[in-house]
């Protein structure tokens, strides 16, 4: 081998030695192999479909309702576009052209929001389809994706309605420090349960509840972070840019936020499999495969099952091998040995609830895949 090649594998031994190093390697690879930029491209533009009927629905309602309390209609509707803390002042200043029709505006509101969050609990449907490599064969029918989206139109709504009032009862400055402390540790445990939800109802019912939670714990922490940083950055950088671009500084603004916030929920979602399925540490060059390269090989063999009768018999050939062994040894891995072998049938065991996918090994041990 070169020298450059010779370099390139002792960085990969060098991760794959270090615990650290070959969990964030290897999660970052998990996220491109399942093509996570896509999905959260695709999300990013379910969610700008659907907070903009919401944005309409909330001020159109807000017009109607209390009409006579115009105080307490801009607090609510502070509280919730502080959701949004890149554009959400910008947002706050044009809402009231929207409010000379209300019936109108309440009509397009309630038809745009159901279409986007269709759209919207359609793509988390997908995105926990993919992370968890669930053959086509055990996808959810019609229906059930239907009454999926509707739970999650229902959990979306009921945390909005919460993260609002907090947003409101936390908003940063004129309380002690103690009591801002308190009300962001009381808006991440919020944030938790709405992802809780969120990947309760999306995720399909073979992955046990238990398996959700280090994702959702993440994804809540994370979000209540973004937000944060969101909030200062604005406060203390950002204050006049919206009024200096205008409708072109909003929008990028919205596109960079629901992006950000796309890449969170994905790589979320993807630390799930990845801790049930030990998918750590991986190889930067190939050969050899780790035994973590060969795991995930069989998952995404699996999803082509596309029908209960079809059974498929997934090997990967050659030993699992480290690069430090591979660079030890200089022994290219042998294609006459099995490595992972898994007989896929109808019971699809690697996604039973709280269990690892096992297959036999050469020695007719058995491995986790």
């Keep these: ?45 379910a969610a700008l479909t659907t907070v903009f009927p919401l944005l309409l629905l909330l001020v159109t309602g807000m017009a109607i309702v209390l009409a006579d309390h115009p105080g307490l209609q801009a607090s609510v509707l502070h509280s919730t576009y502080a959701q949004i803390p890149v554009v959400g002042k910008n947002l706050v200043q044009n809402v009231h052209a929207m409010k000379r029709n209300s019936t109108f505006g309440l009509a397009v509101g309630i038809i745009g929001l159901i279409y986007g969050v269709q759209g919207f609990a359609g793509v988390g449907l997908q995105i926990m389809e993919t992370v968890w490599y669930l053959p086509k064969s055990n996808r959810p029918s019609y229906i059930t994706r239907l009454g999926r989206s509707l739970g999650f139109i229902a959990g979306l709504g009921i945390g909005l309605i919460v993260t609002t009032f907090l947003s409101g009862v936390g908003t940063f400055g004129g309380h002690g420090v103690p009591y801002e402390i308190g009300a962001e540790i009381l808006a991440a445990a919020v944030n938790i349960g709405v992802y809780f939800l969120a990947f309760r109802i999306l995720t399909p019912k073979q992955v046990g509840t238990r398996c959700l939670l280090p994702g959702v714990i993440a994804a809540g922490i994370l979000w209540t972070v973004l937000q944060g940083l969101g909030t200062f950055v604005v406060n203390h950088y950002l204050r006049n840019d919206n009024a200096v671009y205008g409708t072109f500084g909003t929008v990028l603004g919205l596109i960079a936020w629901f992006g950000l916030a796309a890449q969170l929920t994905v790589y979320c979602a993807e630390l799930n499999p990845y801790l049930v399925h030990r998918l750590w540490p991986r190889g930067m060059v190939q050969p050899p495969m780790t035994e973590a390269d060969q795991r995930l090989a069989v998952l995404q063999a699996t999803t082509s099952q596309f029908r209960p009768e079809v059974e498929m018999d997934v090997r990967v050939m050659g030993r699992p091998m480290s690069q430090a062994e591979f660079l030890a040894t200089g022994r290219q891995p042998d294609l006459d040995e099995v490595g992972t072998h898994v007989e896929v049938e109808n019971d699809h065991t690697h996604t039973e609830p709280g269990a690892r996918a096992t297959g036999e090994t050469k020695d007719g041990e058995e491995a986790p895949r």
């Design 1 to 45: 081998m070169n020298g450059i090649e010779r370099t390139v594998r002792r960085i990969d031994a060098f991760q794959q030695r270090h615990r650290v190093t070959a969990f964030g390697f290897g999660l970052m690879q998990k996220y491109g192999n399942d093509n996570g930029g896509a999905l959260a491209a695709r999300l990013t533009f």
